[in-house]
């Protein structure tokens, strides 16, 4: 899989992704990733890449004609049927379930903003879709583009050490991941559940799912709203409210 980012600082995004599960993914040649500065699609001596914004107002707007043509030279090297992503707060929230159909995809060029925002023609008529990593507001898109970039590429077949990781995590069944727990058995007078400990993998399993029921009650009521659940996780859930009194 192929990523691009299309953004005024290409050295920090190449260098943040040489980290971790993203740089181990990039050695291995699972995924590659290339970075497409506006400024060298200028006509300037300036490089000029934003401009006042129409109808007054605070800021500045980046200008349609060096990401357009930093995108089309994006999809030169690479792919015709690449998806173009505008990373901003006005878009979709991201989901794991989003995430998921990306990683599907040969090619995503992500769109870093900065300033005020971007000319609308650009979002309009260039790009696929636009995806927000939450209801906040940051410096631009470099970091938006990281986030997307490591949570799509842990989806990829053959990155994570054990291929069961990504579907335990939380997010991944629509549920909060349970507790997890370390050597050793106890800490400042706390113990590992004892469940854990006996080597029951059915009991084990009952209970990592009876307390990611309960910490998504708990902490995210919003996610258990949309999940429909099993006869067996109803009861789990019911289980753990009980114990909670």
Known sequence: MHFDVVTLFPEMVIAAAECGVTGRAIERNIVSLSAWNPRDYTNDRHRTVDDRPYGGGPGMVMKYQPLHDAVNAAKLAGSATAK???????????????????????????????????????????????????????????LA??????????????????????????????????????????????????????????????????QALGRTWQRRPDLLKKKILSAEQEKLLKEFIVELV
Request: glycine share 10%; net charge negative; hydrophobic share 40%.
């Open 84 to 142: 173009v992503v505008y990373l901003s707060p006005q878009g979709k929230p991201i989901t794991q379930a989003l995430l998921a159909e990306a990683s599907k995809v040969k090619q995503i060029i992500l769109v870093a903003g900065r300033y005020e925002g971007i000319d609308e023609r650009f979002v309009e008529q260039d790009c696929d879709d636009e995806w927000s990593i939450g209801d906040y507001v940051i410096s631009g898109g470099e």
């Open 145 to 210: 583009a990281l986030v997307v970039i490591d949570a799509v590429t842990r989806l990829l077949p053959g990155v994570l050490g054990d291929e069961d990781s990504a579907q335990q995590d939380s997010h991944s069944d629509g549920l909060l991941d349970c507790p997890h727990f370390t050597r050793p058995e106890q800490i400042a007078g706390c113990s590992v559940p004892e469940v854990l400990l006996g080597g029951n993998h059915a009991d084990i399993g009952r209970w990592r799912m009876k």
